[in-house]
């Protein structure tokens, strides 16, 4: 069987596929950020009741409200780490089946280069994006392990007007959840070690086997000549070349 490299237009579907991608991940870290910011100022606000009277508001059910929003923290979490892989398998995809020869091949060459502008801090802000709502969630369930195994609880929640029956069968209900929360944290977790582990490994392979022979020597050749103060827009440059300046 004989395979064939992506033409032009092919490829510009992927591409295509790839910037819609990135604008569905930035515009949905928009709204998480957003809504960070509103909790903040609603708990923050001047006659808010403290976090522990507010999640034992309702008779204790509020809990179940702050477990629902670790539980939509988490499939955030997940939904955004998943869609990075989507972003990488689309360019893995489009850098071993195009033309590694063309502008996509060497910009490809050149981003994941030590020449490359933002290799270094791509690194940090996407471990700071998929950190953050980490981070939110195990603050808040170290919040809510801290009261709902305390020996206490069950007297919070009778003093809520609450019977001892049904303050022992809150109290079993909500620590069934946060044991489910906890072992659901795993999901995010795993695709975070699959995104910093195997695709960056096989980054590395796609890279040795697609460079464009010739772009290192060529891209030092035009960056000594700068040095030099020469102009490197002469059309004598625009061919990649593997002689030595």
């Known amino acids: ?11 510009l579907s992927f591409r295509d596929d790839f910037k819609e991608k990135e604008k569905e ?3 949905y870290i928009g ?7 509103v909790a903040a100022g609603w708990l923050l606000r001047p006659d808010a009741e403290d976090l522990l009277s507010l999640s034992m508001g309702n008779h204790g059910y509020n809990l179940y409200a702050v477990q629902g929003v670790i539980a939509v923290n988490v499939l955030f979490t997940a939904f955004l780490i998943y869609k990075s892989l ?9 850098s071993v089946f195009g033309n590694k020869d063309d502008s996509f091949g060497y910009w490809e060459w050149w981003r994941r280069n030590e020449y490359s502008a933002t290799k270094r801090a791509k690194t940090i802000y996407f471990a700071l994006i998929a950190i953050l709502p980490l981070f939110v969630s195990f603050a808040s ?3 809510l392990g ?3 195994f305390s020996d206490s609880f069950v007297s919070r929640v009778q003093a809520t007007g609450m019977t001892i029956e049904e303050s022992r069968s809150m109290l079993s209900g909500v620590q069934f959840w946060f044991i489910v929360l906890v072992l659901l944290h795993a999901v995010p977790i795993w695709f975070l070690v699959l995104h910093q582990g195997p695709v960056m490994k096989l980054w590395k392979k796609i890279a040795g086997a697609t460079e464009p022979e010739g772009i290192e020597s060529f891209v030092d ?5 700068a040095d030099r103060g020469e102009d490197v827009t002469s059309s004598e ?5 593997n002689e030595e300046p």
């Open 1 to 11: 069987m004989e395979f064939k490299r992506l033409n032009k237009d092919e490829q």
């Open 25 to 27: 991940i930035q515009r």
């Open 31 to 37: 709204i998480y950020l957003s809504s960070l910011v």
């Open 86 to 94: 989507i972003i990488h398998e689309i360019m893995q995809f489009i």
């Open 141 to 143: 369930l170290y919040f």
């Open 146 to 148: 801290t009261l709902i």
């Open 221 to 225: 050749k035009l960056l000594k000549k």
């Open 237 to 241: 440059d625009d061919t990649v070349s």
